[in-house]
């Protein structure tokens, strides 16, 4: 009973997120991102007049050899189109003092990173996010699970 009330509760705060319009992650199979491994990410826009925020969600454990990431992201219409394409940094720990940023519990992190602000969609439709890591390792060790998650900008 103690454990279907936490998990009622969960569901309800979760719930409650007005601005979420889309929020999904892979699990990495034994925490490993392989280069080739490319995250996709399938989302639907029906308002075109509100303005978003996209954002890169991950989790890795206190293990992971360095202190940031490189990655490249894309952001692509329903007929293909390639609306946005970078290449960015995220820092996972700080490179000064080597304590982990973003929040955690234990030896795992979770961050959240604003790949686009205020962005605006020109036509309602599916969209497509892609994420690879950019690292100089073909195997990035540590890295639990990578995430994307479309909201509302406030």
């Not at 994420?131 to 998650?149: C, E, H, K, N, Y």
Request: proline share 4%; hydrophobic share 35%.
């Amino acid at each position: 009973m103690k454990y279907f009330s936490v998990i009622i509760l969960s569901v309800f705060i979760l719930s409650c997120d007005s601005t979420r319009v889309y929020n999904d992650f892979n699990d990495l199979d034994n925490a490993y991102w392989h280069m080739d491994s490319v995250q996709h990410f399938s989302f639907k826009i029906e308002d075109t007049i509100k303005k978003y925020n996209i954002l890169a969600t991950f989790r890795n454990s206190s293990s992971y050899p360095f202190y940031n990431i490189y990655f490249q992201y894309s952001l692509k219409d329903s007929s293909n189109h390639t609306l946005e394409k970078k290449l960015t940094e995220l820092n996972f720990f700080d490179p000064k003092t080597g304590e982990p940023l973003g929040s955690g519990l234990g030896d795992l992190f979770d961050h959240t990173f604003p790949l686009e602000e205020n962005y605006t969609f020109r036509e309602p439709g599916e969209y497509r996010l892609a994420l690879q890591q950019f690292m100089r390792m073909d195997t990035l060790p540590f890295i639990l699970s990578v995430g994307a998650r479309v909201e509302f900008s406030e």
